[in-house]
């Protein structure tokens, strides 16, 4: 009778919040519907927009990338249909690959999407040494994240290229860092636009996470050099946790480093926190205060 209870009630309060924000759903159903378009749009620009040199590098990778996720999970649904051979499967794994299909449609998608507006934003940016580094780091980042995260075992043999471009990625965005914190209105737009303030947040924002990523990547590659350089960890997902627990300077001490390798890369972790940190509030207040 309890779990009745609670299963009932549950439901009614959701109801009741679904029908309260009728004006706030109608707003996400639009704000959804236009994310939509923008994605459609998105997907058109890549083979319209540019130079036909850049139509059509971006259009390999697209569709290259594309086809190569639809085949994983094409083959891995395929091979769990093939275990069972049953009729029932075969149309659920029909229906499983056509949902999968449109939800990876939309995510690359969506992916794009974002990717193209960080591109936008960073290539208006007036400081061309800012937009460099930042357009250089983005483009490692994301190429050596691409790959993390479809196949890891792609980065076995490459360790010290991987290291070194993951070095350079660093260092490109402490550049950025140091002269956001001397001087924030480097991140001004070219277009002489007046949201430099909100330039400065999103910027911040950006290079936080692409610093993240860029020590997470680190951290990984240094488990693959040196099997069993943290302690408990069973994945990639561990190092992660460990990264962002390392990185807000909280440390459990559920995982804790053994190598000399591992343990510089923790020092690198917490120090660099400190610097974000430091240079995110001061970039973003010192700007509003002046």
Do not use: W
Not at 174 to 179: F, Y
Not at 186 to 192: E, F, Q, T, V, Y
């Amino acid at each position: 009778m309890g779990k009745v209870l609670i299963v009932v009630c549950t439901i009614i309060v959701l109801l009741s919040i679904i029908v309260s924000n009728n004006k706030k759903n109608k707003r996400l159903i639009k704000s959804i519907y236009k994310t939509l378009k923008e994605i459609n749009k998105t997907y058109k620009a890549i083979f319209t927009e540019g130079t036909i040199f850049i139509k059509i590098m971006h259009g390999g990778i697209f569709v290259v990338s594309e086809i190569l996720v639809i085949l994983m999970v094409v083959s891995s649904i395929t091979n769990y249909v093939l275990t069972q051979q049953t009729l029932i499967h075969y149309v659920f794994a029909g229906i499983c690959i056509l949902v999968a299909l449109l939800i990876l449609h939309l995510s690359i998608g969506y992916i794009l999407l974002i990717t193209t507006g960080i591109q936008k934003f960073i290539g208006n940016v007036k400081d061309e040494d800012l937009k460099g580094n930042l357009l250089l780091s983005y483009f490692l980042l994301s190429v050596y994240f691409t790959v993390f995260l479809f196949d890891p075992k792609q980065f076995e043999g490459i360790h010290i290229i991987a290291l070194a471009g993951l070095l350079i990625s660093y260092i490109l965005n402490l550049k950025v860092l140091i002269r956001l914190i001397k001087n924030p209105v480097h991140i001004k737009s070219k277009h002489g636009d007046n949201n430099t303030a909100s330039r400065i947040t999103i910027i911040s924002v950006l290079l936080l996470i692409m610093v993240i990523l860029n020590l997470f990547l680190a951290t990984c590659l240094i488990n693959q050099i040196y099997p069993g350089s943290f302690s408990n960890v069973s994945n990639n997902f561990d190092l992660f946790y460990y990264t962002i627990i390392t990185f807000t300077t909280v440390g459990y001490g559920d995982i804790i480093p053994v190598t000399v390798p591992a343990k510089l890369i923790g020092i690198i972790i917490s120090t660099t926190s400190v610097i974000c940190i430091t240079i995110f509030l001061s970039s973003v207040l010192s700007y509003k205060e002046s």
